[in-house]
């Protein structure tokens, strides 16, 4: 087993020229050639040649001719990357992936199997993203503002300036989010209190790429936008509505409890025998009392029962109404 691992090891060096891992950096959305060639004249018609891709120790095999013959044409639909065959017979079997994506990193292993043993090329694939331009918001009270890029790899850096270039860093915080796509959003909250006009930017970094964008705005402290203009005003007319609201609900129970007490006044002039009948649908509360005809009569026997049940119909005293 060791004698075959340096077999191969010796026949990967002979194959590479020297280098065993072939590093490739490609933005996405690019177009990429992942290089593998060989000799052909050392490769016989029959013998076969595939491609793997690794990720995580996952591999999954994405080409595979034998004779210049596809052996996954029943898979070309969902893999990704294509060889062409004519250029097989130049020993050229290089992998064009077209659009490259998040999902095409990783590691790519090329093999082609040649008279005098296996000749195998490996490279690694990294994927970077350009970050959408910033967008930059100012809070209300402009003492914090909000920096947001979306769809950037790897995680960027993001650096806050002032005015005459003061650097305000230190004063924000920055998180990251790795989002389906397997790119990063980030968002950056400057807390700051202005005390001058001046020039805020905010700078998104993505360092492996060397590309910054930045995004500046011009604050003027204790100046109002329109937006602000707008729900000030709309906070006004909500604490005005719902003042009067209030005052409507207190002055119709207020007068409920007005005309109530005034009600009583005028039955409490009666005897302590007096039955008093309220016409009226009691669920509905005070208004309903209030609405109802109230009548006092003056009762031959005290009329205990006063809750409206009905009186003993065999007992039908005399009555007179009340002055």
Known sequence: MKLFAIGLILSVIQCTGGSLVKKITAVRGSDVWIECTFDAGGMSQDKPLWWLHCENSNCTEIQHFIGGVDQLQDRAASRRGRVYPDKLREGNASLFIESVQMSDEGHYECTVILTDGPCTKI?????????????????????????SSRNGFPPALVTWTGGSGMNYTLDSVTQHTLNPEGLYDVVSKLTRRLTEEETVCCTVWNQPLQQHKTNCMRVT???????????????????????CVGF???????????????????????????????????KHGVPSLINSCVFAYKAAEPFANRAGAEKDPHIMPSLRRCP
């Open 221 to 243: 402290p204790g100046q109002e936008t329109d937006d602000q203009h707008i729900i000030l005003i709309a906070s006004l007319i909500l604490v005005i509505l719902a003042c």
């Open 248 to 282: 409507m609900i207190y002055w119709y129970l207020a007068k409920g409890r007005w005309n109530l007490a005034r009600k009583q006044k005028r039955i409490s002039n009666c005897s302590d025998d007096t039955a008093i009948i309220l016409i009226g649908k009691p």
């Open 123 to 147: 490279s690694v694939l990294t994927v970077l993203a350009s970050y959408e331009p910033p967008q930059l918001t100012e809070a209300l009270d402009t003492r914090s503002f909000n920096c």
